[in-house]
């Protein structure tokens, strides 16, 4: 039986991800699926870059704008629906693709998520509490407190993301980063994944063009048909979450935008700080030619 591969792309955000994978789709006979848990949602797509219409008719996709915001998609569902996915296109081929910024939806494809303690009763509701009242700002401080090392690779402005790793920090009275990347059970499938990268500047340059694409293509009528729903946790993301601060009168345009790429900037950072800590990601440079990129994949396979 011949080998089941997974190619996972993955680097930060406006890298180059999508262009590089249907390339690998295509010359692989392969099909995608989407890692990113911004494309996930039908309501959001200027903001969250999803692949063009052309792009998504290329290569079949999976995993793009199949649910709303009003739906509850966690990293579990995530991982259990992709590996399903994979065994059925394993049945027909040997190779499939995997691209996405959301580091912690790729690793549980590829690793599986980690397993957490149980948490106290109460703990959470009294974490939002918190966050309602005061603001994301203490439960940053808490985070950078409680756990430094998660603190520096987390989305801080997520405040799911925070809240989840403070319960277990204070229900366990241990750091949520030491629950992570312990032993897991091998897959049935053998992964590359191919990390893309540049030089700071340049990423930097890439996401503030980025930026100006996406309020060039409207993004700013995009947010306005969400502003009922900013509270939804699908919305609390870079590129929204300024203009509902626009919109709500906070702060005026330029500075919404410009906090847009400073937000961006930050979280590819993140980024890269999450993905420099896996030691099996064959790095190849934003400018490298396609069959520079199969050849080292191939080379990594042997």
């Not at 989407?34 to 996930?40: G, L, V």
């Not at 704008?65 to 579990?76: E, F, L, W």
């Not at 897959?187 to 590359?192: A, D, E, M, S």
Request: net charge negative.
């Amino acid at each position: 039986m011949a080998q089941k591969v997974l190619i996972s792309v993955v680097g930060p955000t406006a890298i180059g991800k999508t262009k590089l994978a249907i390339a690998l789709a295509q010359h692989f006979e392969a099909q995608i699926l989407s890692a990113d848990s911004r494309q996930f949602y039908m309501e959001m797509q200027i903001g969250t870059a999803v692949p063009s219409k052309e792009e998504l008719i290329t290569v079949p996709h999976h995993f793009i704008q199949h649910k709303s915001i009003h739906d509850t998609y966690s990293v579990g569902d995530f991982e259990r629906d992709a590996l399903k996915v994979l065994e059925q296109l394993f049945q027909v081929g040997d190779t499939a693709i995997m691209v996405g910024g959301s580091g912690f939806y790729s690793d549980a494809v590829v690793y599986g998520l980690d397993h957490f303690p149980e948490t106290a009763a109460g703990v959470r509701d009294n974490l939002n509490e918190r966050y309602r009242a005061d603001g994301i700002e203490v439960l940053q401080n808490q985070l950078k407190e409680l756990d430094p090392e998660y603190y520096e690779s987390v989305d801080l402005n997520n405040p799911h993301r925070l809240v989840r790793a403070l319960e277990v920090c204070i229900s366990s009275g241990r750091p949520y980063s030491s629950f992570l990347n312990l032993p897991k059970i091998p897959r049935p499938f053998k992964c590359v994944t191919v990390g893309i990268t540049a030089e700071r500047e340049i990423i930097y340059d890439r996401i503030n063009l980025r930026v100006d694409k996406m309020m060039k293509e409207g993004l700013l009528n995009e947010v306005k048909a969400l502003v009922a729903y900013k509270d939804k946790n699908a919305l609390q993301t870079v590129g929204y979450r300024e203009l509902f601060r626009y919109l709500d009168g906070s702060i005026d345009l330029d500075f919404a935008v410009e906090e847009i790429k400073k937000n961006s900037r930050r979280f590819a950072k993140r980024q890269l700080t999450w993905l420099k800590k896996n030691n099996e990601i064959l790095w190849v440079d934003y400018q490298d030619d396609l069959e520079t990129i199969v050849v080292q994949i191939e080379a990594r396979l042997k």
